[in-house]
């Protein structure tokens, strides 16, 4: 049987010491439910350069401590729910830089600003991306939003994919056009 893995989309925000009890309560899912470990864990970037790097720590040491993978930290930079402003690209960037220096994993972006992460943050810096629909599907309250081709093209890793495969009429004929939408990406 083949191992489940678990996106944590908790997006912690609080003062440092509550986020890093917080992720310190993630990493222990890792050894209480092995079977399915927890690969990814949000937080809100927003919350400034001492939380970050306070969970970061609490990942590291929690991870050693209990002899268990650390899940990734990514960062939530903006809301896909949130409308383009003029300064948005500049704020997402600085979000994500701090994000990297403070020790987390990548941030969560939307594929518009993929590219740009990549450049700027590096190989290994991992880009989540949320606000994925098929052309045609309902934006719902995404104001920023790109097909999985375009998000995958433009340097995405991992796709957070929701509504548009569980409001729909028909959930596996929904989650088989994302797939073959991700597969188009990956032909040459």
């Known amino acids: 049987m083949a191992k489940k893995k678990v996106f944590l989309d908790l997006k912690f925000h609080d003062i440092p010491n509550t986020v ?3 992720v310190r309560s993630a990493v ?15 937080l809100h970037a927003c919350g400034g350069e001492e939380m970050m790097r306070e969970a970061a720590l609490a990942a590291k040491q929690q991870a050693v401590q209990l002899g268990v993978k650390a899940p990734a930290l990514v960062g939530v930079t903006v809301l896909t729910s949130e409308a383009k402003t003029d300064n948005m690209h500049a704020l997402i960037l600085e979000r994500a830089r701090l994000a990297k220096a403070c020790g987390l994993d990548g941030v969560v972006a939307s594929s518009e600003e993929a590219g740009m992460l990549c450049r700027e943050c590096g190989v ?13 599907d309902e934006t719902g309250d995404q104001k920023r939003v790109t097909t999985p081709f375009q998000a995958i093209q433009n340097g995405s890793h991992y796709l957070v994919v929701g509504r548009p495969i569980v409001k729909a009429p028909d959930p596996s004929s929904a989650a088989n056009a994302i797939l073959k939408d991700i597969e188009r990406a990956f032909v040459r």
Do not use: D
Not at 36 to 41: D, G
Not at 124 to 136: D, E, K, S
């Open 20 to 22: 890093a009890n917080a």
């Open 28 to 42: 222990g899912l890792n050894r209480a439910c092995a079977g399915a470990p927890v690969i990814l864990c949000t």
């Open 124 to 136: 290994g810096f991992i880009l989540v991306t949320p606000g994925i629909r098929l052309v045609g």
